[in-house]
Nanobody, 114 residues
Framework: VQLVESGGALVQAGGSLRLSCAAS????????MGWYRQALGKQRELVAT???????NYAASVKGRFTISRDNAKNTVYLEMNSLKPEDTAVYYC?????????WGQGTQVTVSS
């Protein structure tokens, strides 16, 4: 299993970014995927998840601002982030739960300046 995130950047508050996670090494379409983030000095936390059937779930802090989606033809999961806030600053990680085992990407840095 390999997960490769991209799309992180430095952006001003109120701006937007789209993160991508390219997956390989497993049958992408049948497994749930997720995005997590870890800010400096804090624990990793759930941002959003999407089931194999496309059902989504969001952390309260990002609901209404972030959208998770997946393209099974491209083996890719996305995180569209709008109305970004300084408190969204973190390393964002892609997650796949494959056969009850968690896999993680290397992370992509998102920095939101005020």
């Amino acid at each position: 299993v390999q997960l490769v995130e991209s799309g992180g950047a430095l952006v001003q508050a109120g701006g937007s970014l789209r993160l991508s996670c390219a997956a390989s090494g497993f049958t992408f379409s049948i497994f749930h995927m997720g995005w997590y983030r870890q800010a400096l000095g804090k624990q990793r936390e759930l941002v959003a998840t999407i089931t194999s059937g496309g059902i989504t779930n969001y952390a309260a802090s990002v609901k209404g601002r972030f959208t998770i989606s997946r393209d099974n033809a491209k083996n890719t999961v996305y995180l569209e982030m709008n109305s970004l806030k300084p408190e969204d600053t973190a390393v964002y990680y892609c997650n796949a739960n494959v056969n009850d085992r968690n896999y993680w990407g290397q992370g992509t840095q998102v920095t939101v300046s005020s």
